[in-house]
């Protein structure tokens, strides 16, 4: 039921809804611990999905989380941009493209308006754009899957370093027993 749940959100990991990304409201609605009008992203339509689900009567968006916005995605201002990479850290479905130094430029494609790119930037150069009818927002599936592939990278990433640090310990401890 989670799973079902967290496919139907809007995959955005925005944390609006007060959790750490979709997954963990999907969780704390099962459980009984948040309700199901917390996500500004899915607004209406998404608590409606979220009733029908779970059998539940549908009532309106909390505002207290935030007010339902159209889709929207992120721009840089590639003239002020420094290639800090701060915002790449900080999109969730690695949707900026950049190398440190270099002008950074967003994936329109993949960005899912989520926001969270904005608020580390240290030159205050990205801007949110309405989607106009030429574009489209990825559909919940695909940022699902770009989430999870990253979320799989950087799990890997940590492993290699944990694994990377051991082998340097080893070496560093047989150097001085030599
Ligand atoms: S899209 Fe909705 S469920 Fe997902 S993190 Fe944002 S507010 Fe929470
Ligand atoms: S580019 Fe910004 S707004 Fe778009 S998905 Fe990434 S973090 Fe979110
Ligand atoms: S956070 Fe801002 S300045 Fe830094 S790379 Fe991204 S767009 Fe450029």
Do not use: W
Request: net charge neutral; with cysteine; proline share 6%.
């Amino acid at each position: 039921m989670i799973e079902a749940l967290n496919n139907i959100l809007p995959q955005t990991q925005c944390g609006q809804c007060s959790f750490k990304g979709c997954r963990p409201y999907a969780e704390a609605i099962i459980e009984g611990e948040a309700d199901i009008n917390q996500c500004p992203p899915g607004g209406d339509l998404g608590i409606a999905k979220i009733a029908k689900l779970l059998s539940v009567q549908p009532k309106p968006l909390n505002t207290q989380f935030g007010e339902h916005k159209p889709k929207s995605v992120a721009l840089i201002d590639e003239e002020v941009c420094i290639g800090c990479v701060k915002c790449i850290a900080a999109c969730p479905v690695d949707a900026i493209l950049g190398a440190a130094k270099f002008m950074h430029t967003v994936i329109v494609s993949e960005c899912t308006g989520c926001e969270l790119c904005i608020a580390p930037c240290p030159v205050d150069c990205i801007t949110m754009q309405i989607l106009d009818d030429s574009l489209s927002a990825p559909s919940n599936l695909h940022a699902k899957q770009r989430y999870d592939a990253r979320q799989q990278r950087k799990d890997k990433e940590a492993v290699d370093k944990t694994e990377r640090l051991r082998k340097q310990k080893e070496r560093l401890a047989s150097t001085q027993n030599q």
